[in-house]
């Protein structure tokens, strides 16, 4: 799935009761907590384990199982995106998640035996810490497979254990906590002194303008090779920095995979990329033979993206394949064009 890069929509309710007292806007957008990362080591934390497979009617949410499994609770994580690795697939404190997300779980409860609302108690097996929240069944309904959405909050970090209830069916689930990383520093303007490249030209009227060559180009800049990143509030950032969407792709009968590399202008730290729903990376692979979404037009494989902007500069943007490569320079900064302040 091709993330937005504004933070993911609110579904399912429209106001949350945390603890039976506050009333919270879902589509609110907390400011980050100024806080370390406080990162739970795996080996001190006995996981739910996480599962990945197609849940029915799920098919693209991960998915955890409480024990004991014959009670039939499970827990649909919406707060872990396509792609999302490591600590960047954790809950995390305050009820938000380092994109702006929040900490949505979806509760289903296999057996009739429920109440018209679920009772979570948390407890922080490895530090201070209980969070006690009650929540409402969606659609007024307490059946086989009722449905229990949530937003989980716990303001410390550590390894979690949360006892569910609803009538008779109790369950339990254990996660990893951690604190969001300190708020980014300001975005800074677009810089006006970078290299100058040849413009981005039209290679098809499906696309949008494009900068490379043959095989390969990225469609999503300016002229002047600009990324115009408009106002902070309205794109993410994340540990690898400010999220752009890059759609990149590959010219008809070309097969040989191509390789993309990024960094500073000046050849210092390497960009990150995220193809798809792939982990990040510094020198991800686009494989003409695989793409990740049905080719449009048809012949020319499509690779929808994020490229992670650090801060406003000069950056160098490189594709290369067996017996060729190019390597352009780039603009990447705030834009008053577009919004930006």
């Not at 609770?73 to 707060?79: A, D, E, Q, Y």
């Not at 800074?188 to 949008?208: K, Q, Y």
């Not at 500073?264 to 494989?287: E, H, R, V």
Request: charged share 5%; proline share 13%; with cysteine.
């Amino acid at each position: 799935m091709y993330r937005q890069s504004s933070p993911r929509p609110i579904h399912l309710l429209s106001l949350l009761v945390l603890s039976g007292l506050l009333v919270l806007p879902l589509w609110s957008r907390p400011a980050l907590a100024t806080q370390g990362t406080g990162a739970v080591s795996p080996s001190s934390c006995a996981a739910t384990p996480l599962r990945r497979t197609p849940f029915p009617g799920l098919v693209n949410i991960p998915w955890i199982m409480a024990t004991p499994t014959s009670a039939g609770i499970t827990g649909h994580l919406f707060f872990v995106g396509p792609g999302a690795h490591g600590a960047d697939a954790e809950l995390h404190t305050g009820g938000i998640m380092p994109d702006g997300a929040s900490t949505k779980i979806l509760w289903v409860i296999g057996h009739g035996n429920v109440d018209s609302s679920i009772v979570i108690d948390g407890r922080n097996l490895t530090g201070a810490g209980r969070t006690h929240q009650v929540f409402p069944v969606a659609g007024g309904g307490a059946v086989a497979g009722s449905q229990y959405p949530s937003i989980v909050v716990v303001l410390t970090p550590g390894c979690w254990q949360f006892r569910l209830r609803s009538g008779a069916v109790t369950g339990t689930v254990t996660l990893p906590v951690v604190a969001p990383a300190a708020v980014p520093a300001p975005l800074g303007p677009l810089s006006t002194t970078c290299p100058r490249n040849p413009p981005p030209t039209t290679i098809n009227p499906a696309f949008g303008t494009a900068i490379g060559m043959r095989p390969a180009w990225a469609i999503g800049f300016s002229p002047g090779l600009a990324l115009r990143m408009g106002n902070p509030q309205f794109i993410t950032h994340g540990p690898h920095g400010w999220y752009v969407k890059i759609l990149w792709v590959v010219a008809p009968g070309f097969y040989p995979r191509v390789t993309l590399r990024g960094s500073t202008a000046g050849g210092g730290a390497p960009l990150w990329f995220q193809i798809g729903d792939q982990a990040p990376s510094i020198a991800p692979i686009l494989n003409p033979q695989a793409p990740p979404i049905p080719n449009q037009p048809p012949g020319w494989a499509n690779f929808p993206s994020y490229l992670f902007i650090p801060q406003a500069g000069c950056y160098a943007l490189e594709a290369s394949w067996p017996g060729g490569t190019w390597r352009l320079t780039f603009a990447a900064g705030r834009s008053a064009a577009l919004g930006g302040a």
